[in-house]
């Protein structure tokens, strides 16, 4: 009786002094108005942002390479041949944000990178994502994952998206907080022919 009374005091009091939090808006700007993948920012910091991502399916294809351009073009024109009908019914999806990219770093100098290109599958697709007709192309179910952000603007080039991840890894390092080292995600989010306000990241997964 007592806590419940304590508890119910409490809440009154929050309820009159908290600040009215700022609505919330989503899809955030540099989505573009496209399907984005749902967040939570857990902490903001002048290197990095910390989001929790909600599991979610993507459609992805894996190239292995040493170019980051040429093996994102060529997961790109195949994942966009799958939004334009190169599935199982033949539907059209819309587009979506991010271009995700997986850069898998292989061990020592002269080995082939694996880059992941990905798709987020939009809301209405979550549950059962039209199958590619591609076999190189497949449904990924990411879970849940903490993620650290950096983000830079303009067009990203291939040394642009290492010399950030470098410095995010820097960052983090500095910081003392436990993250996967093996591999990072670039989050790309314009089209080639938006010329200005275009939003780039970098990404590191929280380790346990
Ligand atoms: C790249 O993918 C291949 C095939 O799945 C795998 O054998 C290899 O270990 C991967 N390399 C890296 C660096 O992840
Ligand atoms: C390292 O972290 C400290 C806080 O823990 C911060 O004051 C400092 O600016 C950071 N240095 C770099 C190079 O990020």
């Known amino acids: 009786m007592m806590i419940t009374l304590l508890v119910l005091t409490t809440l009154a009091s929050l309820a009159v002094t908290s600040p009215v939090l700022p609505t919330q808006t989503w899809p955030p700007a540099f989505c573009n108005k496209l399907e984005c993948p749902k967040y939570t920012t857990v902490k903001t910091t002048k290197d990095y942002e910390e989001r929790q991502y909600d599991p979610a399916k993507w459609t992805s294809t894996t190239i292995s390479g040493m170019s980051y351009d ?8 195949r994942l966009f041949n799958y939004i334009s009908g190169s599935n199982k019914g033949q539907v059209k ?28 599958v939009p809301f209405a697709d979550q549950t059962s994502p039209p199958e590619p007709s591609d076999p ?4 990924n179910p990411l879970t849940g994952m903490t993620a650290y952000v950096r983000y830079f603007k303009g067009f990203a080039s291939d040394t642009d998206w290492t010399s950030n991840a470098e410095a995010l890894s820097k960052s983090l390092d500095n ?9 990072y995600y670039t989050a790309g989010y314009n089209s080639p022919f938006q010329p200005t306000n275009r939003h780039n990241e970098v990404w590191y997964l929280k380790s346990d």
């Open 70 to 77: 040429e093996a994102s073009r060529t997961g790109f024109e």
């Open 93 to 120: 999806i819309p587009m979506t944000a991010p271009v995700l990219v997986k850069v898998e770093p292989g061990q020592g100098p002269f080995c082939k990178t694996n880059f992941t290109v990905s798709f987020f």
């Open 136 to 139: 190189n192309v497949f449904t």
């Open 175 to 183: 910081a003392t907080v436990s993250y996967n080292k093996d591999f």
